[in-house]
């Protein structure tokens, strides 16, 4: 498999389940990021990874836990979700430089469309 | 702040039209990138093109041309000669130098009908 590929791509859970999506990326790229798509709203960049860390956190409910056991792989686990947090869940990966250096593009999955219901 | 603004929120033109979706960004920083992506109805966002800061020259890409204007601090994107399969959402990207996240706008979806 080439990309970035997400799973699954359509999830419906109830306001008690817990659930995780699923991201993984065969492009050897060092950074890996959550975006969510609501209708009629910009992507908004949820969190960051870069070398395995967590650098970015925007100011995302606690409800949304991320992980990232290795370059490769991104998971969002979910927990008492609200219907607010029905959305498509983009999974992104770029090689992330340093400062005053070339920025690479962001390659996307396809994205993981929940509905809590 | 980094802001993007997309104005059209949808259009629509027929075949072999020609279409220009607008982009006005605001950022302070001296060196930026800007993106455009395409997303079809499969979700998925694809790459169509990166500018830096410093390269206000022109592309064309087949039957896609960006236009860079630092001045209005405007990134538009042309579609020559449209199709069918051009319909989709366009999003425009902003990031600073040396990070990867990107402000996005809010997309414009373009329709081209048969």
């Known amino acids: 498999e080439t990309g970035v590929t997400q799973t699954p791509r359509h999830l419906v859970m109830g306001m008690t389940n817990k659930k995780s999506l699923k991201c993984e990326q065969h492009l050897g790229h060092n950074a890996m990021y959550w975006y969510k798509q609501s209708a009629k709203k910009p992507l908004e960049l949820m969190f960051v990874?870069?070398?395995?860390?967590?650098?970015e956190n925007n100011s995302v409910p606690s409800r949304f836990s991320p992980e990232c056991p290795n370059s490769s792989h991104l998971f969002l686990h979910l927990h008492t979700l609200q219907p607010e947090d029905s959305a498509l869940y983009l999974c992104a990966s770029s090689q992330r430089r340093g400062q005053g250096t070339v920025n690479t593009e962001a390659f996307f999955g396809q994205g993981t469309r929940l509905t809590v219901v | 702040a980094q802001k993007v603004t997309q104005a059209q929120t949808e259009i629509s033109v027929v075949e072999k039209e020609d279409v220009t979706l607008d982009c006005v960004y605001e950022?302070?920083?001296?060196?930026?990138?800007l993106f455009w992506y395409k997303q079809p109805p499969s979700g998925e966002l694809v790459f169509l093109i990166r500018r830096n800061s410093f390269d206000e020259q022109n592309e064309i890409s087949g039957r896609y041309s960006w236009n860079f204007q630092k001045s209005t601090s405007s990134f538009n994107f042309t579609i020559t000669a449209s199709q069918v399969v051009d319909s989709a959402v366009y999003f425009c990207?902003?990031?600073?130098?040396?990070?990867?996240?990107?402000?996005f706008g809010k997309g414009t979806m373009l329709l081209v009908s048969p």
């Open positions: 950022t302070r920083d001296t060196t930026y990138y």
């Open positions: 990207a902003l990031s600073e130098a040396g990070y990867s996240t990107l402000t």
């Open positions: 990874y870069s070398l395995e860390e967590r650098v």
